[in-house]
C-alpha cells in the first residue's frame, strides 16, 4: 500500500443554514465504522441579505482568487500580498467562502491567515504549488502559513506545498532552543474546528503542518515527504490541543513522522503510514518550563516503515513536573524499525543525573508486530524519579528477521524503574522473565 492506495474518502458539507451549522463529515473507508466529523459553527454569519461580491460557486459560498489579486503563477514572483488580500476580502465576507490557488505555481514568503471572520466556513483551496521563499528573513515568526484566530477553516488540495526546506536545513535546529529557528509550512493556531486534507506538503523548513492550540481538528489524506536525512521535518505536531485526529496519511521524513507534545487532550492517529522518519512520538515531553498535562492519546492501525522508531514515548530527563496518562499504542505493524517499542526518559544529553520529573501512567502497547532492525526490540527505560505506573504489553511479536524467533536472532526486552504487566503473545519475552 502507498501513495496508490485507493482512499474512498468522502467529505461532505451540509450547509444548513436553517440551523446555523455546517458539519464536515468525512467517512475514511468502507467498512470502517468511525466517522470522523467536525462541527462548524456558523452562527458567526452575517445575515443571508448579505450577498457576496464576488462569483459564487457552483456549490455555493463566494470564490477568491489569489489571481485575481495579481498572484502570477511564473513560481518567481512574490505572490505574498495577493494571498493576503485574498483572505481579507474572503474573511469579511457572508456566508461559506474559498480562497483559491489555481493550477500554476506561486511563491510566497510569510503568509497569515487570520481572524475573527464573519465568513464561515472559510476553504483555502491549493489546486496549484505554493513555494515558500529561501529567503529566511522573510518569515517574522518561524512560520510559512498560518491559520490564527478563525474557527472553520478547511484546507484542502489536491496541490501541494513545497518549503523547498534544502537550503534552510544547513542552519540545523538547536534543540534547545538557542538556535536558528526554521518556518513551519502550515500552522493552525487558535483555530478550532479545523480541517488539513488532499493535499501534498513536502520539504518543509522546520515542522510540515502544527496544530496549537486548535480544538476538533481533522488532518487526513495529506502526503508529507522531506528527506530521511533532513533535520526536525515532523510531520505534523501537536501540542495544546483537544479532540485532534489524524487519519490516512503517508509521512515520510526526517524527524518524527507525527508528534504529540504537552498539553493535549485525546489525541488519535489512525492509518498512517509512517517511514522514513522517527517514528510515531507521544514527546517530547518536559522540554519547556511550563508545559501542561498530556491525557488521552490513541495511536491505531499505523506501519512503520524503515524509521528509528516505531511506538515511541519519549521525555527529557531535566524536566518540570507534568504528567502524560492514557496512551495506547494498538495494532502497529513495523516494517524493519530500530526501536520498534520505546520508552525514553532519559532524552537529550544533560550531564545532570536527576530522573524526567515527566510522571507516566497508564500505557498500554498491543498488537505490535513485524521487524526490528536492533535486538532490543522493546525498550522502556522510565525515570529514577517517578518510575511507569501501569504499563501494560499485549500480544508483541517482534523478531530480528520477520521469519519468527526460531529462525533469526533473538530480540530481547530492556527495562528500567518500571513493572510492566505481560499478556497474549510475547516476544521479544517480557523484561522481568
Ligand atoms: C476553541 O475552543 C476552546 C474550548 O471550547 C475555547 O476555549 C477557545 O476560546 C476556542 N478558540 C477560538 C479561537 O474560538
Ligand atoms: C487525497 O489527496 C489527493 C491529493 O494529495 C487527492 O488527489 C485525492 O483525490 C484525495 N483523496 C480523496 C478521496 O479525496
Ligand atoms: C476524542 O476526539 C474524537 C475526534 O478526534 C471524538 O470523536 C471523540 O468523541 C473524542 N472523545 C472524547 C472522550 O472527547
Ligand atoms: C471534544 O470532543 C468531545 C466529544 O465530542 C466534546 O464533548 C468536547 O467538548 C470536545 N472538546 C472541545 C474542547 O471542544
Ligand atoms: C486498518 O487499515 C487497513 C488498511 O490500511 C484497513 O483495511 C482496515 O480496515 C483498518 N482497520 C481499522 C480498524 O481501521
Ligand atoms: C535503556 O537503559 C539501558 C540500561 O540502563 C541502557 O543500556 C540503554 O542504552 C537505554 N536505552 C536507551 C535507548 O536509552
Ligand atoms: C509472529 O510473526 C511471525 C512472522 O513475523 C509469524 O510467522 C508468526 O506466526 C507470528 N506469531 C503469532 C503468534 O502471531
Request: aromatic share 6%; with cysteine; hydrophobic share 35%.
Amino acid at each position: 500500500m502507498g501513495l496508490t492506495r485507493e482512499f474512498k474518502l468522502t467529505t461532505t458539507f451540509i450547509v444548513a443554514l436553517a440551523i446555523s451549522s455546517i458539519i464536515v463529515e468525512a467517512k475514511p473507508f468502507p467498512g470502517f465504522s468511525h466517522t470522523l466529523s467536525v462541527k462548524l459553527d456558523a452562527r458567526s454569519n452575517a445575515p443571508a441579505s448579505g450577498a457576496p461580491r464576488v462569483p459564487v460557486a457552483p456549490g455555493g459560498g463566494a470564490i477568491f482568487p489569489i489571481t485575481n489579486y495579481g498572484a502570477k503563477s511564473d513560481g518567481k514572483s512574490d505572490s505574498t500580498m495577493s494571498f493576503q488580500k485574498a483572505w481579507r476580502d474572503a474573511c469579511h465576507s457572508n456566508g461559506p467562502a474559498k480562497v483559491l490557488v489555481p493550477a500554476g505555481t506561486f511563491k510566497t514568503g510569510e503568509v497569515i491567515f487570520t481572524g475573527p471572520c464573519t465568513a464561515a466556513p472559510i476553504t483555502f483551496e491549493i489546486q496549484g504549488t505554493m513555494l515558500g521563499t529561501e529567503d529566511l528573513s522573510m518569515y517574522s515568526q518561524n512560520q510559512w502559513i498560518t491559520i490564527e484566530h478563525v474557527n472553520n477553516v478547511i484546507v484542502t488540495g489536491p496541490g501541494t506545498l513545497d518549503g523547498l526546506g534544502a537550503s534552510a536545513w544547513k542552519h540545523k535546529d538547536d534543540s534547545f532552543g538557542g538556535g536558528v529557528k526554521l518556518p513551519v509550512s502550515l500552522v493552525f493556531f487558535k483555530s478550532n474546528n479545523s480541517v488539513a486534507q488532499n493535499f501534498k506538503t513536502v520539504n518543509s523548513k522546520g515542522f510540515h503542518i502544527k496544530v496549537l492550540e486548535s480544538d476538533n481538528v481533522i488532518v487526513q489524506n495529506v502526503t508529507i515527504i522531506a528527506p530521511g536525512d533532513s533535520p526536525n521535518t515532523d510531520g505534523v505536531h501537536i501540542s495544546r490541543s483537544q479532540n485532534v485526529t489524524v487519519a490516512d496519511s503517508k509521512i515520510g521524513t526526517g524527524d518524527d513522522c507525527v508528534s504529540i507534545g504537552a498539553g493535549n487532550t485525546n489525541i488519535t492517529v489512525i492509518r498512517v503510514e509512517c517511514g522514513p522518519g522517527h517514528g510515531l512520538s507521544v514527546g517530547s515531553l518536559g522540554k519547556w518550563k511550563d508545559e501542561t498535562d498530556l491525557r488521552g492519546v490513541t495511536i491505531t492501525n499505523c506501519t512503520l516503515t524503515n524509521t528509528k522508531n516505531g511506538a515511541r514515548i519519549k521525555s527529557y530527563r531535566q524536566s518540570p513536573s507534568l504528567s502524560a496518562s492514557g496512551i495506547v499504542f494498538d495494532d502497529i505493524v513495523m516494517n524493519g524499525v530500530f526501536n520498534p517499542i520505546i520508552i525514553d526518559q532519559n532524552y537529550a544529553s544533560s550531564h545532570l543525573k536527576q530522573g524526567s520529573n515527566v510522571k507516566l501512567s497508564d500505557i498500554h502497547f498491543r498488537n505490535i508486530r513485524g521487524v526490528s532492525l536492533s535486538k532490543v526490540a522493546v525498550t522502556l527505560n522510565c525515570s529514577s524519579a517517578f518510575p511507569c505506573q501501569g504499563v501494560e504489553l499485549v500480544d508483541i511479536n517482534l523478531s530480528s528477521t520477520g521469519a519468527g524467533t526460531s529462525d533469526g536472532v533473538a530480540v530481547r526486552s530492556a527495562c528500567q524503574n518500571v513493572k510492566p504487566t505481560f499478556s497474549g503473545k510475547m516476544n521479544p519475552a517480557s523484561c522481568l522473565a
